[in-house]
């Protein structure tokens, strides 16, 4: 049996991998056009800041590794541009030796990830202007970074934010410019206010409202331009979301959604026979709305991976959906959201109220005490919990998964408040402040 997987880093050596375990005398090819495999880009900012020592650490294994303890032929540097459904072909080129190759498969997963969003802005082929997504995006801008001390991020969501405080640790100045009147647009705006205040108080200056236009520069960027002003800056880093890597199978008949999203079923197939697909070039399907969704996370790519592979080795197996958590830290903070958020549910018609409440992590008695602001939206028709949001310097992270658990699930308010939640003052209060929150529904 012919195996090939396109994409060499998450989804792609999660599905290798458990081809490798439930098969035997499998043939597996994996082709990977960059030529590193196995990597956690969720890691990247950090070596910035130094929380990180080096991309070594990202790699959770090598080439060597894949090819000699594993026996899969893993390929670097191996770009796919064609898939033909019918004759089950794989076409591309060689890039390290600049040939095409093809190959043969029985079964093919699509793991091709995505790739940064840079519009096509007046002068964006300058030097000094990048975005981070792979290991060399970071060596190019750890370089650039030796000529640099005024840095513009464009761009308020996750990577914009944690490239800003990693940042701000090398005690650079930063500029963050988002078109929209908030950072962190994914939180709503009463938790998003509380991030704006985080970022003033560490020093980064916030442009909200204004859209980039073009930028400005002899042979590196000099001055990035909005609708409204001129910045001076040393680097740009743009930020402003992903697309999936997927203009290959356009001509394929492989059914793709408006943003280019490869649609798959929840045992990761196709439309097209014997064609699987994960990740972040894929759709999730999320939970609470009860649909197929975008939510690139590394999270998903790893769990959607392993139950590609477990089917193309033929052992059946759902993937069971997300709901839309996420958690970053932000200076102080820990920024952790789960489920809808206002927005969500508004444009979806669903009939919810929002309970909001300042808690803290621990015992209230207890000097080292942090504050915990809360936000739960809920259905006002059947009283299931449909999100969160949990803001604070310590305890958000347990609590959000708390509320994920709860979202899985499907619980209502009453069955929330009846969870049999650990308890003692170095930990907790007596009721969990999420209960507390949720004890002041309407």
Known sequence: ?????????AAGMSAAMQIVRNTEDANITTLEMGNIYSYAQCGLPYIIGGAVESTESLIARDVKTFREKYGIDARVFHQVTEVNIDEKVVKGKDLEQNQPFELSYNKLLIATG???????????????????????????????LTRAKNITIIGGGYIGLELAENLIETGRSVRMIERNTRIAKMFDEDMGALIIEEAKNHGVEL???????????????????????????????????????????????????????????????TNIDDVYAAGDCSTQFHRIKEKDDYIP????????????????????????????????????????????????????????????????????????????????IY??????????????????????????????????????????????????????????TIRRAK
């Open 114 to 144: 995505g790739s940064p969003i840079i519009p096509d802005w007046k002068g964006r082929e300058l030097q000094g202007i990048h975005a981070l997504k792979t290991i060399p995006d970071l060596e190019n801008i750890v370089d650039d």
């Open 207 to 269: 442009c909200l409202g204004e859209s980039v236009e073009a930028f400005k520069g002899t042979d590196y960027v000099e001055k990035v331009v909005t609708d409204q002003n001129e910045y001076d800056t040393d680097l740009v880093i743009v930020a402003t979301g992903i697309k999936p890597n997927t203009d290959f199978l356009k001509n394929t008949g492989i059914i793709l959604q408006n943003n280019g999203a490869i649609q798959v079923n929840r045992y990761m197939q």
């Open 379 to 436: 259905r006002t028709d059947n009283d299931m919990v449909i999100g969160g949001q949990v803001i604070g310097e310590a305890g958000a992270d347990k609590r959000i998964d708390v509320l994920a658990t709860a979202l899985f699930h499907r619980m209502t308010l009453e069955e929330f408040e009846d969870l049999d939640l650990s308890y003692a003052p170095p930990y907790n209060g007596v009721w969990d402040p999420l209960q507390q």
């Open 297 to 376: 996370l590394g999270t998903h790519a790893n769990k959607q991976g392993r139950v590609a592979g477990l089917n193309m080795a033929g052992i059946p197996k759902a993937f069971q959906g997300v709901v839309g958590t996420a958690i970053l830290r932000f200076f102080d903070l820990t920024l952790a959201k789960t489920g809808l958020s206002e927005t969500d549910a508004e444009a979806l018609n669903f009939p919810y109220e929002t309970i909001t409440h300042e808690g803290t992590h621990i015992a209230g008695y207890f000097e080292n005490k942090k504050k915990l602001h809360m936000k739960i």
């Open 1 to 9: 049996m012919n195996y090939v997987v396109i994409g060499g880093v």
